[in-house]
């Protein structure tokens, strides 16, 4: 069964256009942030604060491939790091499997995370200008593996119809 997975830095719109994807698709949706927090009965910062990101990692990855065996259509939204760990991104190149990195600059990211940082425990504790240089490196560090999804979406200026657009293109 075919699975869309979508990817890319927190804040790139990986939940919001998933989200309006499965509506006009009817292909369901499945957040993996929220797929752990649900099995876990913990949100994402209390399992970094209670447990540390080394736990929520491995979590990250059972997840994942427990939805990618699954035998329904879905749509899964990644969280921003799942494809840089437990060798996740080779899991990007499967044969049912239509992933699309959700490609944003660093200005769109930063004017996306700056006031939307405290449910991000990556950078929830970080200034103004500490984030921007944080964004800039780890983006920096994870495009490689962001970029062996299959397909590549660019976000910047665009609606969330016209991203989910560009969806549709790939999808038809
Ligand atoms: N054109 C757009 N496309 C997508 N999101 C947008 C757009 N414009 C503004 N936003 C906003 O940017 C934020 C993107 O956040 P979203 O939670 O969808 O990202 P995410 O990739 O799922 O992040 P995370 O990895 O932290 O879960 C939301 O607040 C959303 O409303
Ligand atoms: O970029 C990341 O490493 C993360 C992004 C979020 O989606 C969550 O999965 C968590 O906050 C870690
Ligand atoms: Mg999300």
């Known amino acids: 069964m075919k ?8 804040g790139c719109g ?44 491995k979590l990250e990855h059972e997840m994942f491939v427990e939805l990618l065996q699954s035998s329904e259509n879905t749509i899964i939204g990644l969280g921003g790091g799942t494809p840089c760990y437990a060798n996740n991104h080779e899991l990007l190149k499967g044969d049912d499997v239509v992933s699309v990195y959700l490609k944003a600059s660093i200005d769109t990211l930063y004017n996306r995370l700056v006031h939307n940082k405290s449910k991000r425990p990556l950078i929830a504790n970080m200034n103004e200008e500490e984030m921007k240089e944080f964004i800039a490196k780890h983006l920096f560090d994870r495009s490689f593996y962001y970029n062996q999804a299959k397909h590549k979406v660019s976000v910047d200026d665009k609606s969330v119809e016209e991203t989910v657009q560009d969806i549709l293109d790939i999808l038809a």
């Open 14 to 57: 990986k939940s919001t256009i998933a989200q309006n994807l499965s509506k006009i698709t009817n292909i369901p949706f499945l957040d993996l942030d929220k797929c752990i927090e649900e099995r876990v009965n913990l949100s994402i910062n209390e399992i970094f604060e209670k447990h540390g990101e080394v736990y929520f990692r």
């Open 3 to 10: 699975k869309i997975v979508l990817l890319g830095y927190m």
